[in-house]
Structures are given as C-alpha cells and as structure tokens.
C-alpha cells in the first residue's frame, strides 16, 4: 500500500519567513495529493491540491510543487503570518473517491 | 451548507466497554470515509462507504470495530470491546461522487480507553 512521510515534524519560522515542508510517496498509481491544515482543537481542512499532470500550483501565498519521477510533493508558505501556525498534513491518493494516506504531520509555529 | 458533524466529540471509557461514535455528512455525499489518529501519529484511514455499502474496509484493525451506515445517510462506529490502543481522535469525512471528490472533515471524537 502507499506509504507517505512528511518532514519536519515541528518548525519554528519567524513571521514574514518562508516555511518548507517536504513529503515522498511510495506508490506510483498515486496522482492526487492534497494538502490539510488543522489549527488546534479545528477539524482538519483542505488549503491546497495538486494532480499529477501538473508541477505546480500557487495560491496566494501558498504553493505547492511535484516531483513525479522523485515521488516527492512540498508545501512552500511565503510571508508567514502568526494564523499560519497549526499542524500540516500532506497526503496522496490514486484520485476519485479512494482513500487518501497522510503523512504524519508538521507542527508549524510562527514567530510573531 | 452545513459540514460534517461528529458526536460526541469527547469520550471517556474503561478497557472492555462498548462506545459507538456517529457520523452525519454533508447532505447529498455518498462518500463517507472513518479516518483514525492516534498519539499524534498519521491520520490513518479506517474504511469508506459509498452509500449504504462498504466500499474499502481494509484500514479497520480488527473485528472489534463495526461501521455500519444504515440508509445511506449517517453512519456509526462501534468498538467492542473497547481497548487501550483504540484511544485516538477518530475523523469521519464525506466526498461528493463527482469531480473534485475533495473530502471534507468533521471535527472529530477523541476517544479515550482508561
């Protein structure tokens, strides 16, 4: 079955920074991946996907990247504000309505 | 539109008592998926529904756990009896049978096993 890991586990940036999470997949027929955000005590919540016919996404300030051939997908957040901080999941599914696996997750904290 | 709802969202039993979390989805999903996570580790999918009928149970642990989701509608999770390591925030999600399929999350049951 498809195994995804997510690294850090917990960052600390300064507020106006950039943060970086990075996750790898393991299964091939994976060709969805979204990204959720969990703020404390709130259900976690879809802030950006990617498939794989594309390499980039960007919204606002934030921004995903794919790496199909490396299976690896990252999660690029510019001018980071204090509402930024919360847990990250990345995750991959083989798209349409199959199961998605997460990673383990990315404590982010910023800086005020 | 109202989103996915859990009740409750906090439970407390001893080792071999029975608790059954339930799930509402979004009105009209036919997709409805139980997700676990347990001591901040991954959130681990637990099974999926497609109306009444069980899509994927490959994630559910063991026969202790029995989901069931009479009419189509809302759905439940039984665990009996109950143990330790069942302790987690257990996520109920619901996705439309259409393009985007986005699933979107409840705010959980935190289930904790004494």
């Known amino acids: 079955g498809e195994n995804v890991e997510q690294h850090p586990s917990t960052l600390s940036v300064q507020e106006g920074d950039s943060a970086v999470i990075k996750c790898t997949y393991s299964?091939?027929?994976?060709?969805?991946f979204p990204w959720y955000k969990q703020e404390l005590g709130k259900r976690p919540q879809l802030i950006i996907d990617?498939?794989?016919?594309?390499g980039e996404k960007k919204d606002q300030r934030i921004a995903v990247t794919l790496n199909k051939t490396a299976k690896h997908f990252s999660l690029h957040i510019t001018e980071t504000q204090p509402e930024d901080s919360a847990v990250y999941f990345c995750?991959?599914?083989?798209?349409?309505?199959?199961?998605?696996?997460f990673g383990t997750g990315t404590k982010l904290q910023v800086i005020p | 539109e109202a989103g996915v709802t859990q009740f409750p969202s906090h439970s407390v039993i001893e080792k071999g008592q029975t608790v059954t979390l339930r799930c509402d989805p979004i009105?009209?999903?036919?997709?409805l998926y139980w997700y676990r996570r347990v001591m901040g580790k991954e959130i681990k999918f637990l099974l999926h529904f497609v109306k009444e009928s069980k899509q994927d149970e490959s994630g559910m642990p063991n026969n202790r756990f029995l989901a069931e989701r009479t009419g189509g509608t809302y759905s439940t999770l039984k665990v009996q009896p109950a143990e330790l390591e069942d302790s987690g925030v257990y996520f109920c999600?619901?996705?439309?049978?259409?393009?985007?399929?986005?699933?979107?999350f409840g705010p959980g049951t935190r289930l904790t096993v004494t």
């Open positions: 009105s009209g999903h036919d997709n």
């Open positions: 990617i498939r794989s016919n594309v």
């Open positions: 999600a619901s996705s439309q049978w259409q393009v985007p399929y986005e699933q979107y």
């Open positions: 995750a991959a599914s083989p798209g349409g309505y199959q199961k998605v696996t």
């Open positions: 299964d091939s027929a994976s060709n969805y």
